[in-house]
């Protein structure tokens, strides 16, 4: 089992910034994937970034640009820094991991992109 703890969501205006952060409990050294989803209202779940166990970072085309993706193995923990924010950013976003064949989900942290 893994468990993922994501902090740093909140209300932000539009153009501002936010760092979302996914702690696991065990090395992400040992994930074959990880990734940044987000779920907005009567939407389905989306990837926002994903890092392979190859080291290679993909990114969705409406993030591209604006969001990175960045890990701190020493930490167990993933980050996603997200600039120029604008109200269609508005999600519960989620952090999500692969190990051995399985997924593994966090709770969610609340990005509200509003003025």
């Known amino acids: 089992q893994v468990q993922l703890v994501e902090s740093g969501g909140g209300l932000v205006q539009p153009g501002g910034s936010l760092r979302l952060s996914c702690t696991a409990s065990?090395?992400?050294?040992?994930?074959?994937?990880m990734g940044w989803y987000r779920q907005a209202p009567g939407k389905q779940r989306e990837l926002v970034a994903a890092?392979?166990?190859?080291?290679?970072?993909t990114y969705a085309g409406s993030v591209k640009g604006r969001f990175t993706f960045s890990r701190d193995n020493a930490k167990n923990t993933v980050y996603l820094q997200m600039n120029s924010l604008n109200p269609e950013d508005t999600a519960v976003y989620y952090c999500?991991?692969?190990?051995?064949?399985?997924?593994?989900w966090g709770q969610g942290t609340q990005v509200t992109v509003s003025s």
């Open positions: 999500n991991v692969w190990r051995s064949g399985k997924a593994f």
């Open positions: 065990l090395s992400i050294s040992s994930m074959n994937y």
């Open positions: 890092l392979a166990s190859g080291g290679s970072t």
